[in-house]
């Protein structure tokens, strides 16, 4: 593992503004949010881009800084510029992870990474709560997790879930009205992994949940790992 | 597929006998209830076997004409002979077909197969639903169920279930207390196949319920299928 | 399977036309020698579609009728229309077969259907042979097909290959300068299932080769089966 | 990762003393050079454990304190005691790594995880060329390790090999004589991995192999990361 992990925080920022709900959770953006708990961690150093920024705040200079992306996304996937899901692409070819949040099982660098249509059967915003199991209790994304966390209030998501077998099931969500998805999904794809974490959305205070961050910074750490040998310089396999 | 799907249904036959709940549901055992069903389907006969008979019914002779083989084992494991045991491994890695049910899990031929553990974190014999949700839901087995079906009644068990990632995961159940368990597995082993089909148990009308019967039919007409070019005569690899 | 499998073998047909070695070994297209061949098979029924033809040949109507596309691309991958592209991607999510052939590893919908570059390590024109071995001779795919079947003459594609872990690793061959490929792999990608397979090239007659149009053969045929009751009309999950 | 990383090296040690050739290659036995190596290397001590001994060397006491276990083995598998080889198999469910080497293929504790036959197509005792290929040139266990390595004398196995699909695929050898093989291999088991390796056998100097022994390195280091905090007690799930 690199001796300081790099992370940067994506987010479109557009509900925090627009959507007083969204606005009262996160004044600042989710990704400030995110951003915050992360640099309170040992080792850590996060830093924030988002859709407004030039070139979405995601240069070459950034990504090849950057050990781990985190993206959240929701109304705008389709204003994400069409050369920068392939610089982020190449990125995680290169050996760059990807932490996909939520409502960004839509965004364009997962779907271009997974090659399905990433759709789902069906949603509800019900604000019921949602339980994580561990299909895979030893694995060091869930390292501090008990099987059967209770996230209080959660948009509910439902399978099937359209995307290739992970290469690694670690977590099934199951919900109050009765679904199951799969809710943390790691693929290798080139050099790099995408890990997919469900818990969601934006009108919940989902990322001031100490389980959730924790599952967060354990990705952003176990991402990170054997990056320093294996990441090529010019972000390509 | 072989024109006609030959299956025989192994059950140790014991809890019917003894136990007056279970006598009433199922009288003259579980597998008499299963391959009724199966004998009334078309292209596919079904006879039986228990762990009382000689070399419990699963003789060369049995077993070399045995398309699919469907297991059910609850309270008497440890009491199956290991040679025997050799033998269904045997045949299922020379193309024979091995369908386990619910608390089969723990049969010695599944922990064979699967070399794990075949443990699960807890259960509850409380009697609650039980939902089948479709990971796959264009898998033949599956062809026929609806997302979400219930079984009023069930036992619920709880992940982490302790087995080798499947090749295809294509159910996972959710229950009325809040747990997730992946219900319908399929792992490939030498020339053959393995489903784990989990919905159970022996105090409740598992075998009678028209999603649970369909779902153990297409596995067997699945299981069975390209077994006339690639079963091995001496059901070896 | 559908009583009738239907094929449509796309081709970019450049080399055919400019390359002397190429058009005297098909001089109609490799499009018409592979179609040809499987015309000539029972219950396979093949049409032919181009680069040069209006939306590449690859209209709606074409493809809502094909239950398994064939594709070579070698020197013009950049000229597919992306809207094609998309189309062929999400005929595929909805129940298609793809074969992808020897340098359309390359191509444009093989790249989108698995997310990551494809890229090899190196590849010789050199001429000398290429073996098959089976790594699952039960496979239908390789039904007769011996382990080790030899291809006198074809290009060295070199691991690693960058692509994910095949959903079945079927074949791989090893060379007659030393190196080794994948070169018979199955994806699962919504309701279709993708396989590439490798053996080329256009200046060797690899098309005429009975192993390598049996496993082409089989392949349709197998890539077909289940199609008739999960096809979705409009092509999308 | 345990600050030291303590493995044990299991060595059947028959042939160093009956097979001349084998014995001046490896006077003291295998296990003592494959040790001798490992604890010249930081971070890293060995002990090691034969046929011999009693419970052949692998107590309670000696498998609670070893994090990753190798294992050799050839002529008498069927004299391990199957009491020892549950030990060993319920030791890598709880958390401890297996690294098992040529021959071990057979070994009853892989036979016992894989629940495959673990049969190979055919071998031959040729002496003649392996070459290494990195099917995942990213992955720890082949840091430092060139595509296309060559050991030079060796024993050829072949393809198919009967296993379960590799968890993760890192490794495929060619052959002198024209077969492949999947010869680095990772299948997880419980909280504990298992790494098979191929390169042998005892009458070649493979052990001396400044690759191998770094491939052997490297997959001591990584099966024993993450054990401190996932290691049970009671060495079972």
Redesign the interface.
Known sequence: MPSTVHITVWNEFLQEKTDEPVRKLYPDGMHVTIANHLNAQDGITAGTATLADPEHGLTDEVLVKTDVLIWWGHRAHHEVNDEIVERV??GV?G?MGLIVLHSAHFSKPFV??????C?M?HWDENGKWE?L??????H?IV?GIK??TVIPETEMY?????V??P???IL????ES???F?SGCV?????GKVFYFRPGHETYPIFYDPNVMRVITNACRWLAS?DD??RTPNI??
Chains 1, 2, 3, 4 share one sequence.
Do not use: C
């Open positions: 692409a190449s070819r050996g271009h990474l997974m090659g399905t249509s759709r059967d339980k199991w561990l299909n895979n209790p030893t060091p390292e099987n059967g439902s399978e099937p879930f359209d290739p077998q290469d690694e099931l099934t969500s199951s919900f009765g679904e199951v799969r693929w290798n794809r080139g050099k054997g040998q294996h390509e396999l």
